[in-house]
């Protein structure tokens, strides 16, 4: 089975930092495009970042560039995301997704809670 | 930024009666390939986004018939032919053609 599992959410202080991560399992994840996505309490989805297959190419939301960064490690399929200077806004549930054609994600995570408050 | 409206927000539905979301892109979402970067995604109550359709028209593995996409450019639907139960939820276009990758606000389906 295709799957997808995050942790690494939890409560952290403005300013903090926190990284998630997430495993894969059930596909290829070394030739996989894989993404993070956010979603604050009752709102909709909003991309926050991308990463290529071996890890090279990097995109973000202005909204958390220069303070996340998105990475890879093929040999364990896991994703991480690594969130600096964390801000009230940053609260929200955070996904990770596989990119399967054309930005179309056909896999998701159950997502984890960060929530960032003192 | 590409700009994503749905309509409507709010969705009541009766079982066994059609149902339909429209998605207006701010800009053409005509790759130069063809096809239309314009994704369908349900999230449940509760539960992760699930990946409906693709490509404006392509359902995703399991998804019923009675869910189809249809549409080009910047005008695309979705539509369902017989509600049903299990279809609630709030149902999201998504643009996949240019960074960054942005989402309509979300249509909100519930059983009258």
């Known amino acids: 089975e295709e799957q997808l599992v995050e942790s690494g959410g939890g409560l952290v202080q403005p300013g903090g930092s926190l990284r998630l991560s997430c495993v894969a399992s059930g596909f290829t994840f070394s030739t996989s495009w894989m993404h993070w996505f956010r979603q604050s309490p009752g709102k909709g989805l909003v991309w926050v970042s991308y990463i290529n297959g071996d890890g090279n190419n990097t995109n973000y939301a202005d909204s958390v560039k220069g303070r996340f960064t998105i990475s890879r490690d093929n040999a364990k399929n896991t994703l991480y995301l690594q969130m600096n200077s964390l801000r009230a806004e940053d609260t929200a549930v955070y996904y990770c997704a596989r990119d399967g054609i054309m930005r179309a994600f056909d896999i998701w995570g159950q997502g984890t809670m960060v929530t960032v408050s003192s | 930024d590409i700009v994503m409206t749905q309509s409507p927000l709010s969705l009541p539905v009766t079982p066994g009666e059609p149902a339909s979301i429209s998605c207006r892109s701010s800009?053409?979402?005509?790759?130069?390939?063809?096809?239309?970067?314009l994704h369908w995604y349900l999230q449940k109550p509760g539960q992760s986004p699930q990946l409906l359709i693709s490509?404006?028209?392509n359902r995703a593995s399991g998804v019923p018939d009675r869910i189809s996409g249809s549409g080009s450019g910047t005008d695309f639907t979705l539509r369902i032919s017989r509600v049903e139960a299990e279809d609630v939820g709030v149902y999201y276009c998504m643009q996949g053609l240019e960074t960054p990758w942005t989402f309509g606000q979300g249509t909100k389906v519930e059983i009258k």
């Open positions: 800009q053409s979402l005509l790759h130069s390939d063809g096809d239309n970067c």
């Open positions: 490509l404006g028209s």
